[in-house]
């Protein structure tokens, strides 16, 4: 399954926040969205799950997703959303019940993905209990539960300290070589972007327009921490966003 | 800068400044603080430095209790008590509950309810005792139906306002991952609530203990409000007291009571 926006922007009352953004997001692939803050990359994030609408274009879904997809388009957030309250068991099956997933078939969803995250262990456990980096694979693996046709990633390792971004970097890759999915990843640092990125769309600040769409042809799994043509692509896209990020912080902030 | 090395320098401790600003409540002081007043009063009413009009001796309010608990009364007056108690607080807190979920989910039950309650809320509910008991009769109607509008209105408002600050992202989850509306009412909204609606509980029962015995000091045969009441115009201070007392024990009760519970469902918090 493929999605399309064509010609999408947006002003919340008369402020313009994105204009005129056209994209294809190919199935199988990671598209990275970048962007100084304030670009609206978040929101147009929010319009390719449907959480909120564009005021002008649309946002097209094209080929059904796959017959066991139990909700194709599937968000993971940068604060994790967990549900404290329930275990780390209780939030992945939160979202198989209103499937009518219980019982056995659902504790064999549950024990698979919490084995690809490599959290069995922890199934008993509340979130307080977990760090951040295991939060984020909670969450990672109740978005694998539902058998996603695209994940749409906004900011998932920027809550994370550096160290443990890599390690779940590393992990997202692992998932993706295994099984390929189609995945919008969101994120201000462009080393998550080369690093993940099937292709990396650079957006100017407010109002957000597309500046550049880079590609990178390198397997995931091939790529490395400090590869030097990843480097030099990195400072390419740093060259882009420069300005314009010096620019975005400049601006007084409009609430 | 330089005469940091020098030998001459005096070497200070650093001095500490970040204590205090975090109680904590040792158990045994509050008993303390119970054992100390009463034992002075105690010792005020036998040593005659305290006369007995004033206050009456422990030891003898004791006594009541007991001579109250022996002659089958204190069940009598305590079970009509208590049975009123949780008819009108259960009947309050609940539709309270679902009146304040219920403004904090719809705008036109918002729009419509939010002044309502602010206009019902300061209103003493014993100035309307009369007017209960024209709608609901003298007898056991009036007082429930006291007790239930004096716990419903301070339940809403602790309602409305957990629900409103129920945390947005977990119901921006519940809806990205298609959950029905009533799965994400049911399961994010009503427990991410509880907190408040808990400590909101809390104020709403204590009002409702005050309004119990409000209702039975008007036209009750039985009852604690009746006993302190009977007690009251007789001048016998050592029945007084034993009420008050009872009242006082009920308090404590009801608040380890919602302490449990909170123990229990609140778990999860740290």
């Given amino acids: 399954m493929d999605i399309r926006l064509s010609g999408v922007s947006h002003s919340y009352d008369n402020f313009e926040v994105l204009r005129d953004i056209s994209l294809e997001i190919p199935s199988g692939r990671i598209v990275c969205i970048v962007g100084p803050s304030g670009c609206g990359k978040s929101t147009l994030l929010r319009f390719l799950g449907g959480l909120e609408k564009p005021s002008r274009g649309e946002v097209l879904q094209i080929g059904a997703p796959p017959s066991d997809c139990l909700n194709p388009l599937t968000y993971i957030f940068q604060d994790f959303a967990l549900l404290p309250w329930r275990s780390v068991r209780g939030n992945i099956s939160l979202v198989l019940e209103d499937h009518g997933i219980r019982g056995a078939r659902a504790d064999g969803i549950i024990a698979d993905v919490l084995a690809r995250t490599k959290l069995s262990d922890f199934a008993k456990a509340l979130p307080k209990q977990l760090s951040g980096g295991m939060k984020q694979r909670v969450a990672i693996a109740r978005a694998l539960a539902v058998n996603p046709a695209v994940m749409l990633m906004d900011e998932p390792l920027s809550a994370l300290d550096s160290q443990t971004r890599e390690l779940l970097m590393d992990d997202l890759v692992n998932l993706w070589t295994r099984t390929p999915f189609t995945a919008v990843y969101v994120t201000h640092n462009l080393a998550e972007a080369v690093r993940l990125g099937h292709s990396i769309v650079v957006m100017s600040r407010r109002p957000g327009e597309i500046r550049e769409v880079v590609h990178l042809d390198k397997p995931l799994d091939q790529r490395q921490h400090g590869d030097p043509d990843l480097e030099e692509k990195q400072k390419y896209l740093w060259q882009l966003m420069r300005e314009e990020a010096r620019a975005a912080d400049a601006e007084l902030v409009h609430v | ?270």
């Fill in chain 2, 1 to 270: 800068m330089s005469d940091l090395h020098s030998p001459s320098t005096a070497a200070r401790q650093v001095t500490f400044r970040g204590g205090g600003f975090a109680p904590s409540s040792p158990r045994w002081i509050g008993v303390a603080v119970f054992v100390v007043l009463l034992s002075l009063a105690e010792l005020g009413t036998r040593q005659g430095w305290i006369s007995p009009l004033t206050l009456p001796r422990p030891s003898d309010v004791l006594l009541t209790f007991q001579e109250l608990y022996a002659s089958g009364l204190l069940w009598a007056h305590l079970s009509v008590s208590l049975t009123r108690l949780l008819v009108g607080a259960a009947l309050g807190a609940s539709l309270g509950v679902a009146t304040g979920v219920l403004i904090g989910l719809f705008s036109y039950v918002r729009a419509g309810l939010v002044p309502l309650t602010a206009a019902l809320f300061p209103i003493p509910k014993i100035a309307l005792l009369p007017l209960f008991v024209i709608w609901f009769g003298i007898d056991e109607g009036s007082k429930y139906a006291l007790i239930a509008f004096g716990t419903f209105t301070p339940t809403v408002v602790a309602t409305y306002g957990a629900v409103d600050n129920v945390d947005r992202s977990l119901i921006r989850m519940g809806q990205s991952f298609n959950l029905s509306w009533f799965s994400i009412v049911r399961k994010i909204v009503l427990p991410g609530a509880m907190p408040g609606i808990l400590s909101g509980l809390r104020i709403s029962l204590a009002i409702a203990i005050i309004l119990l015995v409000a209702a039975e000091m008007l036209g009750a045969e039985y009852g604690i409000g009746a006993y302190i009441l009977e007690a009251g115009s007789l001048y016998d201070l050592e029945r007084l007291f034993a009420g008050v007392t009872i009242l006082s024990l009920l308090g404590i009760t009801m608040s380890t009571i919602i302490g449990q519970i909170e123990r229990r469902v609140l778990s999860w918090r740290q």
